[in-house]
């Protein structure tokens, strides 16, 4: 299976830097062969342009989130429905930002992942421990209770799970091999117990120079990554790492 690449552009580029980010990203895919699925997460927004200046290149386009509601007077809410009629094919779900900044609770979170799969979005469903539920041992914890959200029965559902520890996040400091080995385990066996093969991505300061040998271990499989997605030189060396 092809690795993932996920870039999360966050609230961070206006509209001419998106532009140029793509159109440079563009040109080197249509020049490559042999890529992993790359997927662009831009702000809501320039999905619609993001999309047009993909131009048949194999680059998928991503939501960094969805709302909760199918439709309705949900003032700033973008529904599932609207994602797909812009193109988009994946969805984050769960990221920690959202969580933290925007008190998202675990039955959100499965009423969004449940909202996307009904329309065969793929859930990029995010899961990591904070720095103080590290020191506390209690990582595996939080993870389990963070994947417990998920709605039952999405056996064979279009589902990737972000591993991404929230110090690790925008902070240049990695998780150990290690310690990415062990909770890719974890998680797998989480999913397995719930009928689900699901591909498992490292998210947190994944950077041009830690990608290859983050992407070399067995049961990482891609990277989701957010600062160094907006520089082209180092987001390119991360999909062809
Ligand atoms: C993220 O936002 O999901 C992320 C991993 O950010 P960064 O790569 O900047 O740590």
Known sequence: MKKFIVANWKMIPLRAEAKALVEQLTSKVLAATNLPQIVICPPYPYLTFVQEMFSGAPIALGAQDCSSHEEGAFTGEVSVTMLKECGCQYVIIGHSERRHYHQESEEILRQKVEQALKQDLTVIFCVGESKLQRENEETYAVIKRQLEALPEKISHAPLV??????WAIGTGLTASFDDIKNAHD????????IGQETPVLYGGSVTGENAQEILSLDNVDGVLVGRASLNMESFWKICVA
């Open 186 to 193: 974890f998680i797998k066996g989480c999913m397995k117990k």
């Open 161 to 166: 799970i972000a591993y991404e520890p929230v």
